[in-house]
């Protein structure tokens, strides 16, 4: 199932999803003929997979779709059949018979068969997608109120990692190769779901759970946070983004990447705005205070839920807060997001670029990021978590040191 | 129409006026009049209360009935409470000299068996019918007297039955819980069939049980309970500075912590044979190294496969204290010493990353050189 | 209440021989009992189990009201993307109290509203087992539905979603005390389900008329029956639930704290334990009504029915082993997915042959199809669609795709929606002359049903096509950027979905307005729907003693077999009518019984119900406030297990009027 032979029939596997998509209508709304749908379909749907396993479970659910469309249809075709022949037209009335057993016991079977016939590639679906020995390359997700932090621990898979690579909001992986992904959570259950490349998995803190991500070909997968996590749950949102396996390297080479000093005298403001004001929580790994000590950050300090986002490479990334608004402008985003699979990768490794950057999104964060994004960050309400807020606080910006800091973080690629 | 008690309390009050009257006339001093204005005035109250309650006979508007009075009111009938009450005293007293508890339980006792007589002695006032009287009685008292005694009962046998437990060892309290459960199951599927069984055979059943119970709890209480083992906890260990310790103490191999744990963890780590940890999780081999997310609480099992108690630790660096900073202490935690083959948890939540001290962070067992394992905290 | 103490022939006993015991004129430690038989106090001292029924009903309509506008506003809300209505905070609210008030102090009342009420009648019986508990049930389910209530305007409601998934239900992630309330209310109406529940058990197995085998209890009464064991067994366990959680906001434990070595997936075994076999309490009492219904409009018996009470008790067991299906996505292993996916789906065998059977009673039948007729067919329909969607996500992987989607709502919306909400409706329709004694308007009653149909289908129908494109549920607010365009786009099925809550709305307006519209009809006739259970053989509306003799049953569907005989020979049939319901009553009027005592009306029950949330108010804001309530508990438990069954004869009013001036104590009161 994992090889590319399955993958390369692709019309086939169509067909059957406008069936599947048919009946499923017909089955739930009853609306009858339907246009085949060759516009785009939502970037989250569950009928369109582009992974083994996701594609494993649409080999169970597209039968099973059709198994109750079919039986849907019998039966309110005979309960239609019913209210129009058995009306009260004055016929006598009927005998007053109590049933019939024979009939009874067979009507009860016939269903129990058809469950039987679905249960057994259900069991073994389910213990195909909960392997985990069989896959190549770890990579840890821990959930946290409004948000996802990836990190790539030290291993030989995935290429070979030598030190830990530390990112959010978008997960990025080598295509055609099984991941496994480790996940847990700092606060409250969140579930990681990325649908086209497989079903859902809670993050329950204090356990490690896994889910299996395979992407067949490049390009960027969209996921949502599923388990209710609170205020902002609606906007925790995540991408898997699946790189050719020589993208992937210039991908990881440029995360473990030094620290590149700022180049501009705005971007040298920046920095020691972004230390005074942002080093607390935020990590960018190699910036130095003056004494020339790494600056660590402590977000375990300073948040309740204990991390914050590291953004030694943030315009790799094209999203932020959560992955609930997009750093690109909505053309360049576009580029990205409907660029064909053949240059996906250079589209991506590019990152935000200036011209691309969505200035205006990022500047009204940094103004007063609350007032954006729901969090619980107003000082006067936070006596249950000891005065440490949930979420980016208002930090009393002024415009120049906005300035600053967006031309700051631009250079962070 | 007026009883003797009536009769005497008019009497006794109108004698002590006149005699106040007297007295405060003819002599000098206040206290003496004082006391007999006192005297009047409680033989006034006390005359009053009786003519109230017409000498608590409620029937008194009934001619006939007060005719009729002694004869058709049923004698007392036979009652424990004078019984329990004088029982409730002595031990008491008893009480005042041996032990507290004894005064205590003669106070509760001379309480409820005082409250009982009381109950009963006005009941068998309310009217000639010592039907309609045992009704009363029980409508009145038995609101308090079912909760109170269930509650009574329950706390008996709870607490005989927790001394029996806690005096049995590990394995006899399997045994006798199973045991004594299934004897219950089969009385009560026995009396369940057969419901004509005789009362008396039921109750004698219960007493015998009862009685055993209690008996039990008593012997079994006053000998005390076995030997328990106290839990360590991990947080405990790393305050007494034990965790480069490799003897001292030892924790239950079966703590509850432990089992819970087992539900959620993120990593397994083994001290094997050899003296090299090894370390399982999830998913296909990684480095050496592992991997825990920071600032997050992360169970890891430690799993004591050597033959020797040992202890996992984790080195967190060194941080500095006091005001200026001079002084350096490294940071450990550490599981309580593991018997060979147990297991133990050990739940860390690091908030620096592990990059930010020289030499980063590893694990290691006090007392075995080779196993160490590096712990990265991205 | 009600003590008839007709007249006989035979002299009353006279005392045994000798002088006369004297016998006492009072009891003691009791108030005079309130026996008022008109105006508020003969409604809230009441222990009839009818006018119970009947204020069940009417809060659980209010609530119906509160949870419909909640719903609404969450419609609002998603009507386009970026929805601006409501904050963030205040739709998480919304939902979760729309969930709550729905499930909590809507269909569970309602359902115990129609058991309250109808079980009795079924069974031939005067009353419930214990009427001061019903009286209990009543008003502490209506208090504790205030109480929950209040906490929008004391500091916000809750907002951890109906299931409160611990740790995001923790004071860190939820400072209001919006969870306080929930955590009470819930524990306080639990209180009231579960002595309901023991109340219905004990009135259904003990108190049947004489002739009523357990085969021949009407199908309502049996899957009231099996809903009250469900719940009998299942309010425990959400107490449990409720207590930890109470315990850990309150008072300091951890029972779901990670950190402590917790785990917080207890809350969801927990919950669920509970959550599931509350999906069949919801649908169970309305599969009974549509039981009831279908035969009577389809003049048969229903088809197969010791297989619809065999399946029904099955679900009822099977229900308490499908638990875990809300959590496949949880992680639990793939033995434990395995094994509840395979049971999950076993659970839909007993519910389909409960479709089947209804089909089949249907099937060679006169049907007519009055309002009552087509809310009940409209389940069969509705809920058919449901259970088969529910089918789809049996099956543990595409749960995982589809769970906590919108899929899901749709779903659990065509099963309770179509099928709870449209069997109540059918029961309304169905039973409205039996308690009210006039007929509800049909034209308004058609209005109401077409309208509810289309309004929910526009409503819920979209929702699978959002829901597979893959919306999340409790999104406050969705994105344009996740929507897709085409057939499918989710913003278009989205706005569906809130016209068509909108035209639900209207369609639930029609039903009040048909109940304004129906007020001055004339009285109903005895028997309007020639239906065939005991309850008709009542009068419309029953006397406050409901059966002027105590019925013997013969057959099941009694009351057709009094009416019709089978003249045919051999296998022809050829049912003639022989008795009219007017006179079969005249039969029983005739042959009344001589001593029926009812027990009186009492204070205590709502008393009693009054302290539960003053004890709550005072967990959450003051330990004086606990002392209060509990010292009026302590009150109200005396003041009830000190008074005696019936109130005294000097206590009542005075007799009105009597048999032909004979010295009558025939207090009945008119309902």
Not at chain 1, 334 to 345: I, Q, S
Not at chain 3, 382 to 396: E, K, Y
Request: with cysteine; charged share 15%.
């Amino acid at each position: 199932m994992n090889n590319r032979t399955s993958m390369s029939v692709p019309k086939g596997a169509s067909t059957v999803r406008s069936v599947s998509r048919r009946l499923r209508i017909a089955a739930a709304v009853g609306l009858g003929a339907l246009v085949a749908g060759c516009a785009q379909d939502a970037p989250q749907n569950t009928f369109d997979p582009a992974g083994p396993n996701a594609q494993r479970i649409q080999n169970l659910q597209v039968p099973v779709f059709i198994i109750a469309g079919i039986v849907g249809v019998i039966t309110l075709s005979v309960i239609a059949f019913v209210v129009w022949r058995y009306r009260d037209r004055g016929q006598a009335i009927p005998e007053q018979t109590h049933g019939k057993p024979a009939l009874e016991i067979g009507l009860t079977i016939l269903p129990a068969l058809i469950l039987i016939g679905v249960a057994i590639p259900t069991v073994s679906t389910v213990f195909a997608l909960a392997e985990t020995d069989d896959t190549e390359c770890v990579i840890n997700v821990t959930g946290q109120q409004w948000w996802w932090e990836v990190d790539y621990p030290v291993q030989d898979g995935c290429g070979g990692i030598s030190a830990p690579i530390v990112t959010s909001g978008q997960m990025v992986l080598p295509v055609d190769t099984p991941v496994l992904v480790r996940g847990t959570s700092r606060d409250v259950i969140h579930s990681w779901w990325i649908p086209r490349l497989n079903g859902k998995r809670d993050m329950v803190p204090g356990r490690v759970q896994t889910n299996r991500m395979q992407a067949d070909e490049p390009g960027i997968y969209a996921g949502q946070c599923t388990e209710f996590c609170g205020l902002s749950h609606a906007n925790m949102r995540m991408e898997v983004i699946a790189l050719e396996a020589d993208d992937f390297e210039v991908w990881k080479a440029n995360q473990l990447s030094d620290y590149e000093s700022p180049t501009n005298e705005l971007a040298l403001a920046g920095e020691s705005t972004f230390i005074a004001q942002c080093s607390r929580c935020h990590q960018v790994n190699g910036l130095t205070d003056g004494d020339g000590d790494p600056i660590v950050s402590r977000p375990d300090l300073n948040v309740y839920s204990g991390a914050a986002p590291n953004l030694s490479y943030l315009m790799t990334r094209t999203t932020f807060a959560g992955a609930m608004f997009d750093l690109l402008t909505p053309e360049c985003r576009a580029d990205v997001w409907e660029a064909p699979p053949d240059e996906f990768g250079e589209r991506y490794l590019e990152g935000v670029t200036p011209e691309c950057l969505n200035r205006v999104q990022l500047r009204e964060w940094l103004r007063n990021s609350p007032a954006e994004k729901p969090m619980y960050t107003d000082p006067n309400e936070l006596a249950a978590t000891n005065g440490l807020p949930r979420g980016m606080p208002y930090l009393a910006l002024s415009e120049g040191q906005i300035d600053e800091l967006v031309a700051y973080l631009l250079e962070r690629k | 129409m007026f009883t003797t008690g009536t009769k005497f309390l008019v009497g006794a009050t109108v004698v002590s006026i006149i005699v106040t009257i007297v007295y405060g006339v003819t002599q000098d001093g206040v206290m003496g009049t004082v006391g007999l204005i006192s005297a009047s005035v409680a033989l006034a109250m006390v005359t009053g209360v009786n003519l109230f309650t017409r000498d608590a006979n409620i029937f008194v508007d009934d001619e006939a009935a007060v005719a009729t009075c002694p004869a058709s009111r049923p004698a007392p009938g036979p009652s424990p409470w004078p019984l329990l009450f004088a029982i409730g005293a002595f031990a008491m007293v008893l009480g005042l000299v041996t032990v507290e508890p004894m005064f205590i339980i003669g106070i509760v006792v001379m309480f409820a068996g005082g409250a009982e007589w009381t109950a009963q002695a006005w009941a068998e006032r309310a009217s000639s019918s010592t039907a309609h009287n045992s009704e009363v009685r029980s409508r009145i008292a038995n609101p308090i007297e079912y909760p109170i005694g269930g509650a009574a009962i329950i706390g008996v046998i709870a607490y005989s039955f927790s001394r029996i437990m806690l005096w049995l060892s590990k394995i006899n309290v399997v045994i006798v819980f199973s045991v004594v459960g299934a004897c219950i199951l089969a009385a009560a599927f026995f009396f369940a069939y057969r419901p004509n069984v005789k009362r008396s055979v039921m109750v004698g059943t219960m007493s015998v049980a009862g009685v055993a119970l209690v008996a039990g709890g008593v012997v079994t209480g006053l000998d005390g309970e076995r030997d328990i083992h106290v839990l360590e906890t991990a947080q405990g260990e790393a305050a007494a500075g034990l965790c480069e310790d490799p003897e001292k103490t030892e924790a239950d191999s079966k703590a509850a912590q432990t089992v819970a744990a087992q539900a959620s963890v993120a990593a397994e780590i083994t001290l094997n044979d050899d003296g090299k940890l090894t370390k399982r999780l999830n998913g296909p081999a990684e480095s050496s190294a592992l991997t825990l997310p920071r600032s997050n609480p992360s169970n890891v099992l430690f799993r004591n496969e050597s033959s020797e108690k040992r202890r996992l630790s984790v080195d967190l660096g060194e941080t500095e204290i006091g005001a200026d900073s001079i002084d350096t202490e490294r940071i450990q935690v550490c599981t309580a010493l593991v018997e060979e083959g147990g297991v133990q948890n050990i739940t860390l939540n690091i908030g620096p990353p592990s990059n930010s001290v020289e030499g980063g962070y590893f694990f290691f067992v006090p007392g075995v050189e080779s196993a160490v394992l590096e712990l990265i905290v991205p | 209440m009600a003590i008839i103490e007709r007249p006989t022939d035979t002299p009353a006993l006279a005392p045994s021989g000798g002088a006369p015991a004297v016998t006492p004129t009072r009891s003691y430690g009791y108030l005079r009992r309130p026996v008022q038989t008109t105006g508020w106090r003969s409604w809230a001292f009441t222990v009839d189990h009818k006018k119970i029924g009947i204020m069940y009903g009417v809060a659980a309509m209010l609530f119906f009201v509160v949870g419909g506008v909640e719903a609404l506003f969450i419609r609002l809300q998603l009507a386009g993307p970026e929805g601006t209505v409501l904050s963030a905070d205040a739709y998480n609210q919304m939902f979760t109290m729309h969930a709550t008030t729905m499930v909590f102090l809507f269909v569970i009342p309602m359902a115990a509203a129609f058991a309250n009420y109808m079980i009795p009648l079924q069974i031939g019986a005067r009353d419930v087992a214990f009427p001061r508990l019903n009286a209990l049930s009543l008003w502490t389910f209506v208090f504790g539905g205030i109480f929950l209530n209040t906490s929008w305007f004391l500091g916000g409601a809750a907002d951890g979603g109906w299931f409160m998934y611990a740790p995001n239900s923790a004071v860190p992630f939820s400072p209001s005390n919006g969870v306080d309330y929930w955590t009470l209310g819930l524990l306080i109406t639990g209180i009231a389900s579960l002595v309901g529940a023991v109340n219905l058990i004990v009135t259904v197995l003990n108190m049947r008329a004489p002739g009523m085998t357990m085969m021949r209890v009407p199908i309502f009464t049996w899957m009231a029956l099996v809903t009250q064991f469900l719940l009998l067994f299942a309010m425990p366990v959400i107490t449990v639930a409720l207590v930890l959680l109470l315990f850990q906001r309150n008072y300091d434990a951890t029972f779901f704290e990670v950190a402590e070595g917790a785990d917080p997936l207890l809350w969801q075994h927990l919950f669920w334990i509970f959550g599931h076999p509350e999906v069949y309490i919801i649908v169970l009492p309305a599969f009974g009504i549509v039981s009831e219904v279908l035969p009577v409009f389809s003049k048969k018996p229903l088809f197969g029915y010791p297989f619809v009470v065999f399946s029904g008790a099955a679900i009822g067991f099977v229900g308490w082993g499908v638990w875990a299906h809300h959590m496949f996505a949880s992680g639990l292993g793939p033995i434990s997915v395995a094994v509840f996916s395979v049971a999950t789906m076993a659970i839909a065998v007993p519910t389909g042959v409960k479709i089947i059977n209804w089909t089949l009673t249907m099937w060679g039948g006169k049907l007519r199809f009055t309002t009552a007729m087509l809310f009940a067919t409209g389940l069969i329909v509705m809920f058919t669609i449901g259970g088969l969607s529910g089918v789809t996500h049996s099956v543990a992987p595409s749960d995982t795709q589809q769970t906590d989607t919108y899929y899901i709502v749709a779903h659990f919306h065509y099963v309770i929606f179509g099928g709870a909400v449209l069997g109540l409706f059918a029961g309304i329709y169905y039973w409205w002359p039996k308690v009210f004694g006039k007929l509800l308007n049909e034209s308004w009653g058609k209005a109401n049903f077409w309208t509810m149909i289309i309004g929910m289908n526009l409503t819920f129908g979209p929702m699978h096509i959002v829901g597979l494109q893959g919306q999340p549920r409790r999104m406050y607010v969705w994105t344009e950027n996740r929507a897709g365009d085409g057939f499918f786009n989710i913003g278009f099925w989205n706005l569906v979905a809130t016209i068509g809550s909108f035209i639900l709305a209207v369609g639930v307006l029609f039903f009040f307005i048909n109940v304004w519209v129906s007020r001055k009809n004339p009285p109903a006739p005895a028997d309007p729907w020639d239906a065939r259970s005991l309850e008709w053989m009542a009068e419309n509306p029953p006397k406050e003693y409901n059966f002027e003799r105590t019925p013997t049953v013969h057959a099941l569907d009694e009351m057709f077999h009094r009416k019709y005989e089978d003249v045919g020979e051999g296998d022809a049939h050829d049912y003639v009518k022989v008795a009219t319901a007017e006179e079969i009553q005249a039969v029983e009027t005739a042959n009344r019984d001589d001593h029926v005592h009812l027990p009186s009306p009492s204070y205590w029950p709502i008393v009693l119900s009054f302290s539960l949330p003053v004890i709550a108010y005072g967990i959450i804001y003051s330990t004086l406030l606990v002392i209060v309530g509990l010292a009026i508990a302590t009150v109200a438990m005396f003041g009830w297990a000190l008074e005696p069954p019936t109130a005294d004869d000097s206590e009542f009013e005075s007799p009105e009027g009597g048999d032909g001036g004979e010295p009558s104590k025939e207090l009945v009161a008119s309902v």
